[in-house]
C-alpha cells in the first residue's frame, strides 16, 4: 500500500488517533511527496453535497476534517495550507496541542503575523493560546497579535466576565494591557461582548475591569488617563476613539490631575475625532481660570479647533477664552484674530457669540484684526456685520460680484455639431462611451455606407463585432438595455453583411477562437424577435423600431436615410437638414416610416428655422410641405391635407404643446387624454392614507398592517387606451414604463432626448418613480434623477410646469449633488431664463406639508447666498414666493427657513410686501417656536 | 551601463524590504526624529543625508502626519487587501528635504517640501531613501508643538544605539505594491504638464473646502471661482477644473487650518489636479488622479517618450552632471553632451519614467533624485510597453501605407485584427482600451508597437 492509499484509507474510515502516528512516519520528502494526492483528497472531501431538500453540507465528517486539517499542515506549504482554509478547524479542535512537539513549519511565526496583521486570524486563536505557544518558542507575540485577541481575554467561558485569569501572567498587566492604548483594536466592542449583567457599580467589562483597579492602585491610575488621552490623536477610528474618551470619562479626573494633564489635553486638540477634541475642551475650560494654565498652547490650537463645523465645540471654546481673558489678558488679540475663524458658519448664534467676544476685547486700532475681519466680512451673517461695523469702518465694504451670467449659445450650432468619424473607429467606441447619440449614429452611418462598404471595410469592423458579441453575452454593469439592443443590431447586421458577400464569409470562417462572434452566430437572437424580460417595456419599443427600420433598410437596399438621427449635441436635429433628408422622401414619392418621422419631429431645434422654412416652400404643394411650414413656422396654422395623423399630432406637441388644434379634433388620438401626450399632468403633495406594515403576528404567520400616512408627491396619470392604434404617438410608448420603472440610469438621457424639446411626458413618469417621497431612494433612484437633471441641463429649453417641479423636487433631494445640481441649474438660468417665483412656489408647494426635510433646503439657500448681487435679490423672489403658499398651521423647522429669509432680506436690504407673506406672517406670531424670528421679520413688512 | 532588459525582474505586484531598524522619535527636553532609511540600489551603510534642526517643527510634523495618513489611505482597496505600504521616501540634498508617498491604491500622491529656511543642518551625503513611518513614530509627532525645537536626522544608520539601547530591535518587513514605484514615475509627467489656475486664501481654501459633500463622492465636481468666492459643484462649466473623487482632498483638511495659501495646479486634459499648501518654507502638495478608482499607475503618460531608445551615454552623462534635488537643466545637458534638442526633450520624459526625476511645480522644473529600487525593476512596470514589444517579436504588426506621416497598419490581436491610424501625433485604434479611453490614458500597445515599428 502506498502510503497515499493508506491516508486516504485513514480518512475513509476516519481513524483520527492514527493520523499522526502515520505522519511521524514519514519523512519530510515523503510529506512534500504526498501533496498531490493530498490535494485531490482534499477537494473531494471539502466538496458541498446536498443531503436533502435544500440542505447542504461539506461531504467531509468531522473527525475526517481533523484528520485532513492535521495532514495538510504537516504537508504542505504556508500558501497551500492557507488555501485550504484547514487553518480553522487547526485552531478550533486544538490540534497544534499534538502535533507541536514533533513537528512545526518555519512559516508558523511569520503566518500568524500575517493573518494578524491583515485581520484573518481565526476567531478561536485565544490570547492564552497564543501565550502558551510563545511559551514554547513557536510564536512572537508581537503587538498586532497581542491587541487582536487581548480584548477577548476578559471573558470566560460563555462568554462570562471573568478578569481573574487577566493576573495569572504578569506579562498580561504589565504590557500587553498598554498595547490596547497603542495599537488599532476592537476593544470598543468588547463593552457587549459579555454575557454578563451588571451586579455592582462596576460594568462587567474593560471599562469597569479598569476603573476598579486604577481605584486600588493594581494598574497606575495616571499612566492610564494619559494613555487614554494619547490614544486619541493614533489614527484609530471613531468608535475605538470613542471608547477611550468614554473611558476617560468614566475615570472622572480630579482637578489635580487635569493639571498634570494639561499638555495632553492640549494635544488631545488636534484629534481627528469631535468626541475627544470636545472631551478635552470640557476639561481645559476647567483650567482655563488657573495661573498655570497654557493659554499659548492653547492660542497654538486654536487654528485648528476653530475650524470645525461642530456648534459645541465652537461654543465651549469661547467659554475657555472668556475664562482664559481674564486671567491671562494678553491673549485678547490673538484670540480675536482665531475667533473670526467662527464667521465661516453660517449659524448665527455661533456667530452672534464670536462677535460679541471679539467685540468686548477688541482694541479698536489693531489693525491686524480690522484686516481679519473685513476679509471675513462676505461669509458673516448680517447681523454680525452690523455688530463689528464700527471695528471695520476703515475698510470699504466688499463689494458682491456682478452676476456673470452663462454664455447664451443657440441650440444648434458650431459648439455642439456633431462630427461623424469614421466608420470603424466610431463602431468601436459605441459600446464603450455612454453618449446619448451613439445608439443613433450608428445605424445612420451604416445605411449611410452601404453603396460603399467593401469586404475589407467590413473586416476591420472586427472588433467592434467581437466588442458587440461580448457586450450581447456578458454587459458590464453600466451598460442599458439600449446599449444591449445596439449590439444585437449591430451582430444582426454583421451576420447580414456576411450572408451576402462570399469573400468576407469565407474570411469570418477562418477566424480563430471559441468566443468569436461569427461562431456563436447561431445563438445570436434577430432583433425583430429578441424577447427578454425587460425588452418588452414600451418606452425601450421607439429605439428598437428606428434599429429595425434601419436593418430593413439595409436589407432592402434602401438608400434614404433616417429621419431622425441628430445632428448636434445632446439631440438636436438641425431643422435644414431634417428639410434636406425629408425632400429625398418626398422627391422619391415615398412615405417615411411614421415613428422615424415622429421622433424627428419631436428632435427639431426649432429656434431659428427661416432658412429651412424657405427650402421647404420650394416643395411640390402636398401633405408634407403642409406639414413642415406648420412644424417651422410658429405662427402656421395646421391646414390639411391631415394623412399622417401621427406626424400632425406630433408636430402640434412639439410646437406648442398645450394648444389644442382644432383641425385634430377628429384625429383617433383625441381618445386619449391630452395630459398622456403633452405631459401636463395633475399633482399634488399632501397626505396620503396608506396601509402599513407593522410587527409580525407569529400566530397569523403574517405581518400585522394598519391604515398610517404617508408624505407623498402624487402624480396622477389618466387611464387611456395607449398603444392600441395603428400608428401610436411616440409619446404613447413614453408612457408605457410599466408599474416599476426598470429604466437603466444610463438609458434615462437616451430616452429623454427622443422629445428634447418637450420631455415632460417621461420626465413625470421619471419623478412619480424616483421622487414620490423624499426619503428611502436606492442608489438607481438618484441615479437615474441625477441623469435626468443633466439632460434637463443640456437642454436650453424654457420650463414647463413638470420641469419646475422636476428642479423643485430635486433642490430638495437627499443627495448633496443632485440638490448641488439642481441649485446651479436654477443659478445658470437667471435672470430671465427661469422664474424664480414660480419655482419658489414649487418648492413652497412642498414644503407647507414639510415633504423633505427644512434642513435641506435652508442649507441650500445658505450657499447660493452673497454669489452675485442679481443671484441674491432672485433668492428673495424665491423664498418670498415659497412661504407665500405656507399655510397658517407652521411646519417642523419652519423657523430656520424664516431665519434665512430674514438673513437674505437682510444682504438685500429688502422689505415684505408680499401680502400673503404678511397675512401668514402675521397668523404665526402665535407660534412659540417662530415668533421670534417672525418678528424680526414684521420689522421689514411695508404695507402697500 | 542603464539600461537593463526589461524583462530581468519577476512580475510581483509587491515586492518586500526591511529596515535595519525602526525609526524613532525621541522626546524629552530636546526632541529628536531619527528616521531609517532603506534602498534597493544601495545597501552599503555612509552617513546620513541629513542631520540637522527643523525650522518650523509644529508645521513639519503635521505635514508629515498628513502624509502619513495619505500612504495609509486606499480610496479603492478593500482593508485586507490595502494593508501594504505604509512608507514614504525621502529624498535630500541641495539644501531641501523632500517627503513623498502615495495612497495604496496609487490614486493620491503627496509630497512635503522643506524648503532652506526650513532647517539648519548639514547634509553629509544624499540620496533618496524610503524611510520607515511607524506608527509609534507618527503617535509622537503629534506631542510636537508650536513651541518646541525638533532635530532631524534623515537615513539614520545607528538608530538602534541612539534610540533604544535595551531593547532588542526587530527587522520590519514591508511589502510594497510595486505599482506605487510606477505612480512615482508617472505623476512626475502629470505635474510637469500641469498650470496654475487658481491661488486661494487662508479664508477661501477654508470655505472651498466647506462645500466638499459629505461621504464617498461619485460624481466629478468642478471648482470655479465665482466673484471671490471658490466653489465646488456638481455642474460642469466652461473653464472649470474638474476633480473626480473629490472626497479624497479631505486628506488635506487637518492642514488647511494652519496653512497661508492654496494653490491649484491642473492638467491641460483635467486628468490630474495638484493642491499645494503652503506654510512658509514649508510645502505640502497633494495630487489626485482624474477618478477616484483610476491610480497614476495605469495612465500610461510616459509610453510615447519610451518608444525611441535615448543612448546610454546621454544617461551615464546626466546621473554624473547631477546632484540630488538639483534642478535638471536640459539645455545644459544638450550642449555639454552635443546632443539635439530633441533628443534631450525625449530624454527628459524618459529620465522621469525611469524614477530619475521629480518634478517641482513653484519653480516648474524638474529636479533629479533617484528612485530607491533597481532600475530594471522600475522599467519592468510598463506592461503595454512590454506588450508592444511582444506583438513586434511576434510580427503581429503589417504596415499597409506610409505617406510622410500618415501611417495605416494591420495589427493582430485576441481573436480580431485591428486597424491602426497614425497622422502625425494623431493616433487611433479600433481597440477597446482606445475606444474607451480617446488617448486620454496613453496610447494602447497596438499604437505603440506602430510607432516603434516605424521608428
Same mark, same amino acid.
Given at each position: 500500500m502506498t502510503h497515499l492509499e493508506e491516508l486516504e484509507q485513514l480518512i475513509n474510515t476516519e481513524r483520527e488517533q492514527d493520523i499522526i502516528p502515520f505522519l511521524q512516519r514519514l519523512t519530510p520528502e515523503e510529506r512534500t511527496a504526498l501533496k498531490p494526492g493530498l490535494t485531490k483528497l482534499a477537494a473531494h472531501y471539502t466538496e458541498f453535497i446536498e443531503v436533502g431538500q435544500n440542505a447542504w453540507r461539506s461531504r467531509m465528517t468531522a473527525p475526517q476534517a481533523k484528520v485532513l486539517a492535521i495532514a495538510t499542515f504537516v504537508c504542505y506549504d504556508r500558501s497551500a495550507f492557507q488555501r485550504t482554509n484547514f487553518h480553522f478547524t487547526l485552531f478550533r479542535e486544538h490540534l497544534l496541542d499534538k502535533i507541536i512537539s514533533w513537528y512545526m513549519p518555519e512559516w508558523f511565526d511569520a503566518w500568524m503575523q500575517e493573518m494578524a496583521e491583515k485581520e484573518t486570524l481565526p476567531g478561536d486563536v485565544d490570547y492564552w493560546q497564543m501565550l502558551d505557544l510563545q511559551a514554547r518558542g513557536v510564536l512572537t507575540l508581537t503587538p498586532t497579535l497581542v491587541v487582536s485577541r487581548l480584548p477577548m481575554a476578559i471573558n470566560g467561558k460563555h462568554r462570562l466576565y471573568e478578569p481573574a485569569r487577566l493576573f495569572e501572567f504578569p506579562i498580561t498587566l504589565s504590557e500587553h494591557f498598554w498595547y490596547l492604548f497603542e495599537y488599532p483594536s476592537n476593544i470598543h466592542f468588547s463593552d457587549s461582548w459579555t454575557n454578563s449583567k451588571k451586579t455592582g457599580d462596576l460594568e462587567p467589562n474593560w471599562k469597569g475591569f479598569i476603573l476598579q483597579y486604577t481605584g486600588d492602585g493594581t494598574l497606575n491610575r495616571m499612566r492610564v488617563l494619559e494613555a487614554c488621552l494619547k490614544a486619541v490623536n493614533r489614527n484609530f477610528n471613531k468608535l475605538q476613539v470613542g471608547w477611550f474618551v468614554d473611558l476617560l470619562t468614566l475615570l472622572k479626573p480630579a482637578k489635580a490631575a487635569l493639571e498634570q494633564l494639561q499638555p495632553l489635553l492640549l494635544q488631545a486638540l488636534s484629534s481627528p475625532q469631535t468626541k475627544a477634541?470636545?472631551?478635552?475642551?470640557?476639561?481645559?475650560?476647567?483650567?482655563?481660570?488657573?495661573?498655570?494654565?497654557?493659554?499659548?498652547?492653547?492660542? @497654538?490650537?486654536?487654528?485648528?479647533?476653530?475650524?470645525?463645523?461642530?456648534?459645541? &465645540?465652537?461654543?465651549?471654546?469661547?467659554?475657555?477664552?472668556?475664562?482664559?481673558?481674564?486671567?491671562?489678558?494678553? &491673549?485678547?488679540?490673538?484670540? $480675536?484674530?482665531?475667533? $473670526?475663524?467662527?464667521?465661516?458658519?453660517? @449659524?448665527? @448664534?455661533?456667530?452672534?457669540?464670536?462677535?460679541?467676544? &471679539?467685540?468686548?476685547?477688541?482694541?479698536?486700532n489693531d489693525v491686524a484684526l480690522s484686516d481679519q475681519l473685513s476679509q471675513y466680512s462676505s461669509s458673516m451673517l448680517a447681523s454680525t456685520r452690523t455688530v463689528l461695523q464700527e471695528l471695520m469702518k476703515d475698510h470699504t465694504e466688499m463689494e458682491v460680484a456682478a452676476h456673470e451670467e452663462a454664455e447664451r449659445l443657440p441650440l444648434i450650432g458650431e459648439h455642439n455639431r456633431i462630427v461623424p468619424e469614421d466608420l470603424i473607429f466610431f463602431a468601436s467606441q459605441v459600446f464603450e462611451n455612454n453618449v446619448a447619440w451613439h445608439v443613433d449614429l450608428l445605424p445612420a452611418m451604416l445605411l449611410a455606407a452601404q453603396d460603399t462598404m467593401t469586404t475589407e471595410t467590413l473586416w476591420q469592423l472586427e472588433p467592434a463585432f467581437q466588442r458587440a458579441a461580448t457586450v450581447l453575452k456578458r454587459p458590464s454593469g453600466n451598460m442599458g438595455l439600449l446599449d444591449i439592443t445596439l449590439a444585437v443590431f449591430f451582430l444582426n447586421y454583421g451576420k447580414w453583411m456576411a450572408d451576402n458577400d462570399a469573400a468576407y464569409t469565407a474570411k469570418l470562417h477562418e477566424a480563430k477562437g471559441g468566443q468569436h462572434w461569427w461562431r456563436i452566430r447561431h445563438e445570436m437572437p434577430e432583433l425583430e424577435h429578441w424577447k427578454t424580460s425587460r425588452t418588452e417595456a414600451a418606452v425601450y419599443m421607439p429605439h428598437r423600431k428606428l434599429l429595425i427600420l434601419a436593418l430593413k433598410k439595409i436589407r432592402e437596399k434602401d438608400s434614404l436615410p433616417l429621419l431622425s438621427t441628430p445632428t448636434h449635441e445632446p439631440g438636436w436635429i438641425d431643422p435644414e437638414v431634417l428639410v434636406q433628408r425629408m425632400k429625398q422622401y418626398v422627391s422619391a414619392g415615398l412615405q417615411p416610416d411614421i415613428l422615424d418621422l415622429q421622433i424627428a419631429i419631436a428632435r427639431c431645434a426649432l429656434q431659428d428655422t427661416a432658412a429651412a422654412l424657405r427650402l421647404v416652400q420650394q416643395w411640390p404643394v402636398g401633405e408634407y410641405r403642409q406639414l413642415f411650414t406648420f412644424l417651422l413656422d410658429a405662427a402656421a396654422l395646421p391646414e390639411g391635407p391631415f394623412t399622417v395623423e401621427a406626424a400632425w399630432m406630433q408636430a402640434g406637441l412639439t410646437k406648442a404643446p398645450l394648444t389644442s388644434y382644432e383641425a385634430f379634433a377628429g384625429f383617433s388620438y383625441s381618445r386619449l387624454p391630452i395630459a398622456l401626450l403633452n405631459g401636463a399632468y395633475e399633482w399634488k403633495t399632501g397626505a396620503r392614507p396608506y396601509l402599513a406594515y407593522g410587527k409580525y403576528n407569529a400566530e397569523k404567520k403574517d405581518y400585522d398592517r394598519f391604515m398610517s400616512e404617508e408624505l407623498v408627491m402624487n402624480i396622477t396619470f389618466p387611464e387611456g387606451d395607449i398603444l392600441k392604434g395603428s400608428a401610436p404617438m411616440l409619446q404613447e410608448y413614453l408612457n408605457g414604463v410599466g408599474q416599476y420603472m426598470s429604466v437603466s440610469i444610463t438609458d434615462v438621457a437616451r430616452l429623454l432626448l427622443l422629445t428634447p424639446n418637450h420631455p415632460d411626458v417621461l420626465l413625470a413618469r421619471v419623478m412619480q418613480s424616483c421622487q414620490r417621497s423624499s426619503g428611502f431612494y436606492e442608489v438607481n433612484e438618484t441615479g437615474i434623477v441625477l441623469n435626468t437633471l443633466k439632460t434637463l441641463h443640456s437642454l436650453d429649453i424654457p420650463l414647463s410646469e413638470m420641469r419646475y417641479l422636476c428642479v423643485a423636487l430635486c433642490m430638495l433631494h437627499a443627495d448633496k449633488t443632485v440638490k448641488g445640481y439642481a441649485a446651479e441649474y436654477w443659478s445658470s438660468r437667471l435672470p430671465d431664463r427661469i422664474s424664480s417665483e414660480k419655482l419658489g412656489q414649487m418648492i413652497g408647494m412642498q414644503q407647507r406639508v414639510a415633504w423633505a426635510p427644512m434642513k435641506r433646503f435652508t442649507d441650500l439657500v445658505s450657499t447660493q447666498t452673497q454669489i452675485s448681487r442679481l443671484q441674491n435679490e432672485a433668492l428673495e423672489t424665491l423664498l418670498t414666493a415659497c412661504l407665500s403658499v405656507f399655510t397658517e398651521m407652521p411646519v417642523k423647522d419652519l423657523k430656520k427657513l424664516l431665519e434665512v429669509y430674514a438673513e437674505v432680506l437682510a444682504i438685500n436690504n429688502g422689505s415684505i410686501r408680499n401680502t400673503a407673506v404678511i397675512q401668514l406672517l402675521n397668523a404665526w406670531q402665535g407660534s412659540s417656536t417662530v415668533k421670534k424670528a417672525v418678528q424680526q421679520l414684521l420689522k421689514r413688512v411695508v404695507q402697500e | 551601463m542603464f539600461y537593463c532588459a526589461i524583462d530581468m525582474i519577476p512580475e510581483t505586484n509587491t515586492i518586500s524590504y526591511s529596515y535595519p531598524a525602526p525609526s524613532a522619535f525621541i522626546g524629552g527636553g530636546a526632541p529628536r526624529l531619527l528616521l531609517a532609511g532603506y534602498s534597493e540600489t544601495d545597501k552599503a551603510t555612509g552617513p546620513a543625508f541629513f542631520q540637522g534642526r527643523l525650522e518650523q517643527p509644529y508645521i513639519t510634523a503635521r505635514c508629515l502626519i498628513a502624509l502619513s495618513n495619505v500612504v495609509r489611505s486606499s480610496f479603492t482597496l478593500t482593508p485586507a487587501t490595502a494593508a501594504m505600504m505604509k512608507d514614504p521616501i525621502v529624498t535630500a540634498g541641495a539644501e531641501k528635504l523632500r517627503f513623498e508617498g502615495f495612497s495604496q491604491c496609487a490614486g493620491v500622491y503627496a509630497r512635503v517640501d522643506v524648503l532652506p529656511g526650513g532647517h539648519s543642518g548639514i547634509f553629509p551625503a544624499n540620496g533618496t531613501v524610503n524611510v520607515d513611518f511607524n506608527q509609534p513614530m507618527i503617535n509622537a509627532l503629534h506631542a510636537v508643538s508650536r513651541n518646541d525645537t525638533l532635530q532631524l536626522t534623515v537615513n539614520a544608520r545607528d538608530i538602534s544605539v541612539q534610540s533604544q539601547p535595551e531593547e532588542s530591535i526587530t527587522e520590519k518587513k514591508v511589502p510594497l505594491p510595486v505599482k506605487w514605484i510606477k505612480g512615482l514615475t508617472t505623476v512626475q509627467l502629470f505635474l510637469a504638464a500641469s498650470e496654475k489656475v487658481y491661488t486661494l486664501n487662508k479664508i477661501q481654501l477654508r470655505q472651498l473646502f466647506q462645500g466638499i459633500p459629505a461621504g464617498t463622492v461619485k460624481a466629478d465636481y468642478y471648482l470655479t471661482v465665482r466673484g471671490n468666492r471658490p466653489t465646488f459643484s456638481p455642474v460642469k462649466t466652461a473653464h472649470a477644473v474638474c476633480v473626480g473623487g473629490i472626497h479624497r482632498l479631505r486628506l488635506l483638511e487637518p492642514l488647511l487650518p494652519l496653512a497661508d495659501e492654496l494653490q491649484v495646479f491642473v492638467h491641460p486634459d483635467m486628468q490630474s489636479t495638484t493642491w499645494q499648501l503652503y506654510f512658509g518654507s514649508v510645502r505640502f502638495s497633494l495630487s489626485l488622479s482624474r477618478e477616484a478608482w483610476r491610480g497614476f499607475s495605469g495612465e500610461g503618460a510616459a509610453l510615447d517618450s519610451l518608444i525611441t531608445e535615448v543612448p546610454d551615454r546621454l544617461i551615464s552623462a546626466m546621473d554624473k552632471y547631477s546632484h540630488v534635488n538639483q534642478e535638471f537643466n536640459a539645455t545644459l545637458l544638450a550642449v555639454e553632451e552635443q546632443a539635439g534638442f530633441e533628443e534631450i526633450d525625449q530624454l527628459t520624459t524618459r529620465l522621469a519614467a525611469m524614477g530619475l526625476l521629480g518634478f517641482d511645480l513653484d519653480d516648474n522644473v524638474y529636479f533629479y533624485r533617484r528612485l530607491p529600487f533597481k532600475l530594471n525593476r522600475i522599467m519592468s512596470l510598463n506592461p503595454r510597453m512590454k506588450d508592444a514589444e511582444q506583438l513586434l517579436a511576434e510580427d503581429k504588426v503589417a504596415i499597409i501605407s506610409q505617406l510622410q506621416d500618415k501611417v495605416e497598419a494591420r495589427v493582430a490581436g485576441s481573436g480580431v485584427t485591428h486597424t491602426v491610424m497614425l497622422d502625425g501625433d494623431l493616433a487611433r485604434c479600433t481597440c477597446t482600451w482606445f475606444a474607451k479611453h480617446q488617448g486620454e490614458r496613453g496610447p494602447c500597445k497596438h499604437i505603440l508597437a506602430v510607432r516603434k515599428k516605424i521608428n
Open positions: 477634541v470636545n472631551t478635552a475642551l470640557g476639561y481645559l475650560k476647567v483650567l482655563a481660570t488657573e495661573k498655570a494654565f497654557n493659554h499659548q498652547a492653547l492660542l @497654538d490650537h486654536l487654528p485648528q479647533v476653530m475650524a470645525t463645523d461642530k456648534k459645541n &465645540i465652537i461654543t465651549t471654546t469661547i467659554q475657555i477664552l472668556e475664562k482664559a481673558g481674564k486671567v491671562h489678558p494678553e &491673549i485678547k488679540p490673538q484670540a $480675536c484674530l482665531e475667533l $473670526c475663524a467662527a464667521f465661516l458658519s453660517k @449659524d448665527e @448664534d455661533l456667530q452672534a457669540k464670536a462677535a460679541k467676544l &471679539i467685540l468686548q476685547w477688541a482694541d479698536k | -
